[in-house]
């Protein structure tokens, strides 16, 4: 049996680097896309040195695969122009690519911050209509929409991830990662379900862990077969010195980002 063969851009970014080892299977081969320089740790991975903007690279890289975890890209916020280049064009580049070379499946990575200004005092479907609380989450729901649209016209199955926070640990993030953290490993098992559920057809789901005080739904992301085994309430005693969110940033889900300034790298 030929192995199957899992393309992954941004594998050298934040969730690239964690999911990485996580994703590694016997019959299954990685190709790690990344503007940053990688190294094969063996014949299971392939290198690619390229960006997403770069069609031409996009469509070599894209060959002969089977499946695509797009995850390259800007992953906080930045100006207009370089928003626009390599998240919104970007990722247009890349599911052109995708379906020049039939790859059957795409796996997205949106973000909260889609939907920052929604309220932190409710349950949030994952289908929220965007309220996005900066730029980048302004081209996290265009990724949605692209990835919607490519499902619809050209029948790829396409599943898009609105991941909370993917972090090691909370820590860093302070008491809102208590909320948000998606954990590496039930990273690794929401991707894994997204690789192997049957026909999904056209999904947005959130990407959080099964924490005590989460306000995303996990009922679409179980529908497709997730099972979170982590809580981030475990690491809650650690931060009970740290200050809470308040004002925007305790009212809205997108945090700290519904304040910072908009198209200024932080
Ligand atoms: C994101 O979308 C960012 O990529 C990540 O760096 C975190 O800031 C995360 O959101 C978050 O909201 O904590």
New binding site residues.
Partial sequence: MTDQRVLITGSAG??GTLMRPRLRRPGRVLRLLDVAAQTASDAAEEIVTASVTDAAAMASACEGVDALIHLGGH??ENSWAATLEVNIDGTHTVLEAAREAGVKRVILAS???AV?FRRTDSDLPADSSPRPDTY?GVS?AVIESLGSLYHSRFGMDVIVIR?????ETPLK?GP??LT?WLSPDDGARLFEACLSAPSPGYRLIWGVSDNTRRIYSLAEAEALGYKSLDNAEVYADRLADQPAPAGAAAEFV????CTAPLGEFN
């Fill in positions: 934040v969730v992953s906080r973000s909260n911050h920052g980048y996290k991941i909370g926070s993917c972090f993030l809102r990662g948000t997108g945090g700290p980002f």
